[in-house]
């Protein structure tokens, strides 16, 4: 009954985590479309990076919204690991990683590491910033600042470096992330094999979309 009861615990835990997960990506994708914008047209990336940043919605709920989600994903994946090295057996069963699993499957929680100092770091650099540019220094409202401030931010090679690293292992955390997700929800349908490969492309193309922004703002600015 108690080793029943454990196992559904562990479960729920795991399609918690993996929903928190799917709502996460959400938030990266719009993301993406934001920044990606910025490569076309100063403009448009203007104008919806200040919607974003004056929508009382988005700032007060939203917001407030996506950092819980963040703060649950990592604090269950820390859980979930745990539990996992404590059923792990030992002793008389060596257990080998290296042959039981993909490199993205074993350093999940290191990569998810790495995300989350970065998401610290993207928090401090652009939410910090806006919150003390409207609050404390009450400036007054500049339509056209937001473009120059994200080519500011990628001037520095060794920031725009750990930017690129980051969203490399970003691209391994949600390649092994998607299809745990998928087994941990239990979809298992004629729809499955193509939501894998959506899982896997949006793994590469959003990450490294990313990636392609940074160094395209960092050897543009002038």
Known sequence: MA???????SIA?????????????TFLALHFFINMTSVFSSETFNTMSHFMGYNPLIQFVMQPILVAGVVFHFVMGFVLELKNRSARPIGYVKYDGAANASWASRNMIVSGLVVLAFL???????????????????NAIDETRYFPELVHKFE???????????FVLLSLHLWHGFNSSFQSVGFDNKYAKALHKFGYTFAIV???GFIFIALFHHFNHT
């Open 3 to 9: 080793q029943s009861a454990l196992l559904k615990s």
């Open 13 to 25: 835990k795991k399609v918690a985590m993996a929903l928190s997960g799917l709502f996460l990506i």
């Open 120 to 138: 610290g770091l993207h928090f401090y650099d652009f939410w910090v910033h806006e919150m003390v540019y409207k609050y404390v220094e009450v």
């Open 156 to 166: 520095s090679p060794i920031r725009t470096g750990l930017y690129c690293v980051a």
């Open 206 to 208: 959003i990450p490294f």
